[in-house]
């Protein structure tokens, strides 16, 4: 009998454009496992807990991450994933404040590869 390993793990790519770049990514529970990101220009990765898209101004994401410029980050949570418990949606906005909605210039290039795991069977 051959047992084959399935993983549940996604993973999402985001180039960022002239906006708030709001991306719903899962709209069950899910374990946030980590991510890369790297930025032209300091930005903050904003990660709400929600079934629906944010509301950037209006929502307040769960966790806020810095992406400063010219330095690639990584962040891993090894074996253990972060839990949300509703959903995992995602923004990237210029300003750190939880009511910021401050689009990114067009030149102001950043990216992020968001890897995740929803919950099946919810």
Avoid at 14 to 20: D, I, M, Q
Avoid at 105 to 117: K, M, P, Q, R, W
Wanted: charged content about 10%.
């Amino acid at each position: 009998m051959n047992v084959t390993a399935i993983s549940s793990l996604k993973r999402f790519h985001l180039v960022t454009g002239a906006s708030t770049n709001v991306n719903s990514l899962a709209a069950v529970p899910t374990g946030l496992d980590g991510f890369c990101a790297w930025a032209s220009v300091t930005c903050y990765l904003k990660v709400f807990d929600k079934a629906t898209a944010p509301v950037l101004g209006t929502d307040v994401p769960a966790m806020t991450f810095q992406i400063p410029a010219n330095v690639p980050q990584r962040i891993d949570w090894g074996v253990e994933t972060l839990a949300l418990k509703y959903g995992l949606q995602i923004a990237v906005t210029l300003n750190p404040a939880d009511n910021d909605a401050t689009v990114l210039a067009a030149a102001n290039t950043s990216g992020v590869e968001v890897f995740y795991s929803p919950q099946s069977g919810v």
